[in-house]
């Protein structure tokens, strides 16, 4: 299986639709395309070049979350990798066709048919020379699960992994094609989380700059680290601002 493109889909509920759209329309210093689906609850957060790699969906349960779109070329030969795997279908979409498939730690995520995304978005530059873009999705593991949930994603994948600064942060290896990188994080032994959830994160050239623009549209911090700080945005979603270069991931 080849990925050929990722899209990385923030879920929100429907009460908290309009507004999170908003928010994270102004950090990604994008356009909202017009609305799609059988209940117009799909759109995607426009670049103002290259192709979409973030999109925004209305759910009708639950407290929504992130979760992974996986474009390839056959969707139901690669769920079928993904089972030999130790994945799991959790529903077998007719409109729009895609698959949802958990992950062996519960990572849900979805695998479409490619459309012949390939132009990455450039980083924007705002006021003040900071350069940043949303172009990871980190995905966290409950420590049991960890080992098994790290072999699933590189023999899925194909991408090996790579060391960070951080023992419990373990990166796929990039792929420069692809607009969105995966970061697989291992939660500290008092998470009570049973299954792997997601969140994103930004690359920016001056973190301290990029969280105040944030602060003005109603972000807030949570912690501080020395080359990222963790984010909750207007509705207590969080995310993490991170001193990656823009350009590449790195």
């Known amino acids: 299986m080849e990925i050929r493109w990722l899209t990385a889909f923030l879920d929100f509920p429907a009460e908290q639709f309009g507004a999170e759209v908003t928010f994270w329309r102004a950090i990604a210093g994008s356009t909202v395309s017009p ?3 059988e209940h117009r609850e799909f759109a995607s957060l426009e670049p103002f070049n290259g192709d979409p790699h973030l999109r925004v969906q209305r759910v009708d349960a639950g407290p929504g979350g992130i979760h992974l779109d996986l474009h390839v070329d056959d969707p139901r030969s690669a769920t079928a990798e993904a ?3 130790g994945a799991t279908v959790v529903r077998d979409h007719a409109e729009p066709a895609h698959i949802s498939v958990a992950s062996p730690a519960g990572f849900v995520f979805c695998l479409v048919e490619w459309q012949g995304e390939s132009v990455r978005s450039r980083p924007i530059r705002w006021p ?4 940043s873009i949303i172009d990871q999705v980190c995905i966290d593991i409950p420590a049991e699960l960890h080992e098994r949930e790290v072999a699933f994603w590189t023999r899925f994948t194909g991408m090996p992994t790579e060391p960070t600064s951080r023992p419990e942060l373990l990166r796929l290896r990039r792929d420069h ?3 969105v990188g995966i970061l697989l994080q291992r939660n500290g032994p008092d998470d009570e989380a049973t299954v792997a959830t997601g969140h994103l994160d930004l690359a ?3 973190v301290e700059d990029e969280v105040a623009r944030h602060e003005d549209w109603g972000a807030r911090v949570v912690e501080e680290f020395p080359t990222w700080t963790v984010m909750s945005d ?12 823009p350009r590449t991931g790195e």
Do not use: E, H, V, W
């Open 234 to 245: 207007p509705m207590g979603r969080r995310y993490c601002i991170t001193s990656r270069n």
């Open 35 to 37: 609305p799609r689906g």
């Open 128 to 131: 003040g020379d900071t350069i």
């Open 83 to 85: 089972i030999a795997l």
């Open 177 to 179: 094609a692809l607009a």
């Open 204 to 206: 920016a050239t001056a």
